[in-house]
Every structure is written in structure tokens, then in C-alpha cells.
């Protein structure tokens, strides 16, 4: 028996080739990001949660500048959950990515349109809109319904 075949598959560190997969071109636009804020950023790893489907991933800088790298990959991905761990191990800090799934993605970006202000105003500007035109609605039937006196 022999032994399975391994292909060569695009990963993030390789800048020449196209990612195939949507991990692999995750890590090829987080890899981008980051190191737009520190030349030293790598993968360190990339993880599927089963339980939803959505990605982990890791960035790990040399230089410490995962706080930076942070800030970077909030500002590309804002309905990813971005956060900064300590690596009690070895002492270094490692940002963390987690994308969620498209579904999840809807919903964040629904509860965050909700939230914004111009989104109150012209929420609130539609439904006195709506008022006014059921008013006039209103007085234009009765006056066609109403005999005149």
C-alpha cells in the first residue's frame, strides 16, 4: 500500500501563487494586512470551528506589534472578532481572527446598521413619513365619502 499523495496547495506565505480555498485566502489577506503594520507577521495557525463553521485565525508577530496588527485587521474585517491573547507559554502575544460564517456575518451587520445614528434618523424619518401619508390618505378618502354640505 502506498502512501497517500500530497499536492502542493497555495498557502498564505506564498505571495506568487493564487489560494484556492476560502481558509487559504483568508490567511493570504490577513497575512497582507498585517504585514502591512509589521513585515514579521506570520500564520501561525487556522482552525474551522465545527460547531458553527466559522475560522480562527492566528497572527503572531516577532517584533510585538499585534496591537497595531490588530487595529489593521478590525478596520479590514469589522464583522470579525479581533482580539489581542498573551501566550503564557512563551511569552508572546498573538492576534486572534475568528471570521464568522456568512449567516453570522448578516446578522452582525444588521445589529451594527441598527445601531448607527444616521440609520435612527432615517428610521424615524420613514415612519413620519408613513404617519403623514396614512393622514392624508385618510382625509382624501373621507372627503371623497362625505357628502357635501
Do not use: Y
Not at 95 to 101: A, E, G, K, R
Not at 117 to 134: D, F, H, K
Not at 136 to 146: A, D, E, I, P, R
Request: hydrophobic letters at 45%.
Amino acid at each position: 500500500m502506498q502512501p497517500p499523495v500530497t499536492t502542493a496547495n497555495p498557502t498564505a506565505n506564498d505571495d506568487t501563487s493564487q489560494p484556492q480555498t476560502l481558509a487559504d485566502r483568508l490567511c493570504a489577506a490577513a497575512l497582507k494586512t498585517a504585514r502591512s503594520v509589521d513585515g514579521s507577521a506570520r500564520i501561525s495557525s487556522v482552525a474551522k470551528w465545527e460547531h458553527d463553521d466559522s475560522t480562527l485565525l492566528k497572527v503572531r508577530t516577532d517584533s510585538g506589534a499585534s496591537f497595531g496588527v490588530a487595529d489593521a485587521l478590525r478596520r479590514r474585517w469589522p464583522l470579525a472578532t479581533v482580539c489581542t491573547i498573551r501566550d503564557d507559554i512563551n511569552g508572546q502575544n498573538e492576534t486572534q481572527v475568528l471570521v464568522p460564517t456568512g449567516i453570522d456575518q448578516l446578522h452582525r451587520a444588521r445589529a451594527m446598521a441598527k445601531e448607527s445614528g444616521a440609520a435612527l434618523w432615517m428610521a424615524l424619518l420613514v415612519r413620519a413619513l408613513g404617519m403623514a401619508a396614512a393622514i392624508c390618505f385618510v382625509v382624501v378618502v373621507l372627503s371623497n365619502v362625505m357628502p357635501p354640505r
